[in-house]
């Protein structure tokens, strides 16, 4: 393998070391302004956006044991990785699809699982982890609550008058 193939596999490699996910997008009609105010919008959710060869990718992904994704591996493509939130990397993705009409997002990887685009759109749309943990924790607390007023009520109910 020449020089350059290694290299540009082990840049790969080290893109994919920075997160559990991976989004691989088309960004044919993306300018490179469009791509310098991705990369800073990106860079609030600690996410980085690279162009990469496609044979690259393919063997760099093989290498860290993720899913075969050669049915989308055609045409230009750039890779999202690196941050903790890949739910937020879909919103800020979606969102510059909306505004701009040029990102096309092809498949997501996340935890060694194939999410198709669609998949992702539907992630984007779902209330921050904060947001999902006090509506959990309102239900556990409204139940609860619930529950200590039934059994006050039956020990109410069974106390003789005095």
């Known amino acids: 393998m020449r020089a350059e193939k290694k290299y540009l596999i082990s840049e790969v490699e080290g893109h994919l070391k ?20 991705l990369r800073k919008r990106l860079e609030v959710e600690k996410a980085e956006f690279h162009v990469v060869k496609n ?23 750039a890779i999202i990785v690196g941050g903790q939130n890949p739910a937020g990397v879909a919103k800020v993705l ?26 992702l759109a539907i992630i984007a749309d779902l209330p921050p982890f904060s947001a999902l943990r006090s ?13 200590v007023r039934v059994l006050d009520a039956k020990v109410k109910k069974e106390q003789p008058a005095a």
């Open 18 to 37: 920075k997160s559990d996910y991976v989004i691989l997008t088309n960004f044919t009609k993306v300018t490179v302004s469009d791509t310098a105010e």
């Open 55 to 77: 044979s690259s990718f393919r063997v760099a992904a093989k290498a860290f044991g993720l899913p075969e994704v050669d049915n989308v591996l055609s045409g230009p493509t």
């Open 94 to 119: 979606k969102k510059f699809f909306d505004e701009k009409q040029k990102l096309e997002v092809k498949v997501g990887v996340l935890d060694k699982k194939v999410y198709s685009a669609k998949d």
């Open 135 to 147: 509506q959990f924790l309102g239900l556990l607390t409204s139940n609860a609550a619930a529950f």
